[in-house]
Every structure is written in structure tokens, then in C-alpha cells.
């Protein structure tokens, strides 16, 4: 089992920029494809950008490339999202989730996912 807990959420401003932290428990936590996917209400959730459990591959959704950082902490079972040049569609939960396959650009590939942080973009 793994467990995710996402911080860093909240109301922020387009133009600026916004930083989630996902923390990973478990024992073979750093075995996994870790990710980030995000949802508005009434759509289905959808990816945003993942990294390789070696740190090396990363890949990120249409929406956000370009304009954003996916980074990983080994030691520290630690994820890292950076969106830059935010735009009032960004504004979504945003979910920390880990699976087994690469890429894991569809939320059918994931195995686990944390509770979900609002981020809020007001223009």
C-alpha cells in the first residue's frame, strides 16, 4: 500500500505561479511512477504531468508544457509540481497519484491517489 498526501493548494493568482508537494508512505513507495492529474467538476480527471521512479523520464500534459516543473526526492519519498504563468484554467483539484506504468498519462493506469488539493486561479 501506498499512501499520498498532497499540500500546497489554495487560491492563487493568473500570472503567478504555484507549487504542490506530494508526500509518499509506504514501503515501496519510491518503485512508482508518481504523477499528477487534475479535475474540474463534471469532467473526467486529467493527467498534468508524471516522472519516472528513477527521476530520469518525465512527461507532462498539453495543458501545462512549457509552463511547468515535475520533480521527485527520492530520499525523501517526496513529489513536486511547479506550474508558472497560471491561467484561471488551472483552477482544479489536483491529485498526487502513483502507478505502475510509463507514461501514465490516463487515469486507468493509476494505482493510487491521494485526497485531492484545490487550487483556485483568480484572474
Known amino acids: 500500500q501506498v499512501q499520498l498526501v498532497e499540500s500546497g493548494g489554495g487560491l492563487v493568482q493568473a500570472g503567478g505561479s504555484l507549487r504542490l508537494s506530494c508526500a509518499a508512505s509506504g514501503r515501496t513507495a519510491n518503485q512508482y511512477v508518481m504523477a499528477w492529474f487534475r479535475q474540474v467538476p463534471g469532467k473526467k480527471r486529467n493527467f498534468v504531468a508524471g516522472i519516472m521512479s528513477d527521476e530520469g523520464l518525465k512527461d507532462y500534459g498539453d495543458s501545462v508544457k512549457d509552463r511547468s516543473t515535475i520533480s521527485r526526492d527520492i530520499a525523501k519519498n517526496t513529489v513536486t509540481l511547479e506550474i508558472y504563468t497560471l491561467k484561471a484554467e488551472d483552477t482544479a483539484v489536483y491529485y498526487c497519484?502513483?502507478?505502475?506504468?510509463?507514461?501514465?498519462?490516463?487515469?486507468?493506469?493509476?494505482?493510487?491517489w491521494g485526497q485531492g488539493t484545490q487550487v483556485t486561479v483568480s484572474s
Open positions: 497519484v502513483a502507478g505502475t506504468r510509463w507514461p501514465i498519462t490516463d487515469e486507468q493506469f493509476v494505482t493510487y
